[in-house]
């Protein structure tokens, strides 16, 4: 009768090590997407914020120095080029939208002026 099970176990034992070492890869690789999805949006929002910040930076920065309009916007871009070079290579913006968060922060800022 011991023979039995141990022929039993002897049979069992390999599938079952592999049915476990299966399911634990589904489990982690699970783990490991909902991980990287949660952390690159938390990423991808920071590189937002400090380029939406540098950029604001910039435009402050070209109005103390006396620029306005187009000359102000490249400033800008300029500033937050060499501020934020890491935001703006994983965002990898479209072409034009840093002149059109530029411009934006540009009109804010010029309306904080002149409701001062």
Do not use: C, Y
Not at 13 to 23: E, N
Not at 71 to 85: F, G, K, L
């Amino acid at each position: 009768m011991n023979s039995f099970w141990s022929e039993i176990s002897v049979a069992l034992v390999p599938g079952l090590v592999t049915l476990f070492g299966t399911l634990l890869t589904i489990i982690l690789d699970r783990a490991a997407a909902v991980a990287r999805s949660r952390w690159g949006i938390e990423i991808e929002a920071r590189h937002r914020e400090a380029l939406h910040s540098a950029i604001m930076s910039g435009v402050r920065s070209a109005l103390a120095r006396g620029l306005s309009g187009d000359a102000a916007v490249r400033a800008a871009i300029s500033h937050a080029s060499n501020s934020v070079p890491d935001a703006i290579t994983a965002l990898n913006p479209a072409s034009g939208v840093l002149r059109s968060i530029a411009e934006a922060k540009l009109r804010e800022a010029a309306g904080q002026v002149i409701g001062q």
